[in-house]
Nanobody, 128 residues
Framework: QVQLAESGGGLVQAGGSLKLSCAAS????????MGWFRQAPGKEREFVAV????????AYTDSVKDRFTISRDNVKNTMYLQMNSLKPEDTAVYSC?????????????????????WGQGTQVTVSS
């Protein structure tokens, strides 16, 4: 089992940057593909980015490509989301999620229902 805890959210002006962290408990962090999702008020949860177990593969939703970068440190059991050139429409609660992957498996899930564990979320607010 994995417990996830996000941090790094806050209030930033449009054009600014934030770096979110997702700290995972347990010793098998590298057995999980990790993803970031966000949910704005009145909207459905939306996929943002995903990274493979090793960190060698990533995928992003189109609206954040070239602005956000997902990464992970399997020694520190932590995943990150560097967010640059933030826009007011990026305002949302950002949550990290973990998907268990078999030893020789590979997956980059972009659908929330495929994930096994979730953090509580951290608020990101971008002012115009």
């Amino acid at each position: 089992q994995v417990q996830l805890a996000e941090s790094g959210g806050g209030l930033v002006q449009a054009g600014g940057s934030l770096k979110l962290s997702c700290a995972a408990s347990g010793r098998t962090f590298s057995s999980y593909a990790m993803g970031w999702f966000r949910q704005a008020p009145g909207k459905e949860r939306e996929f943002v980015a995903v990274i493979s177990r090793s960190g060698g593969s990533t995928a992003y939703t189109d609206s954040v490509k070239d602005r956000f970068t997902i990464s992970r440190d399997n020694v520190k059991n932590t995943m990150y989301l560097q967010m640059n050139s933030l826009k007011p429409e990026d305002t949302a609660v950002y949550s990290c999620a973990a998907k268990g992957v078999s030893r020789y498996g590979y997956t980059l899930p972009t659908v929330a229902t495929r994930y096994d564990y979730w953090g509580q979320g951290t608020q990101v607010t971008v002012s115009s």
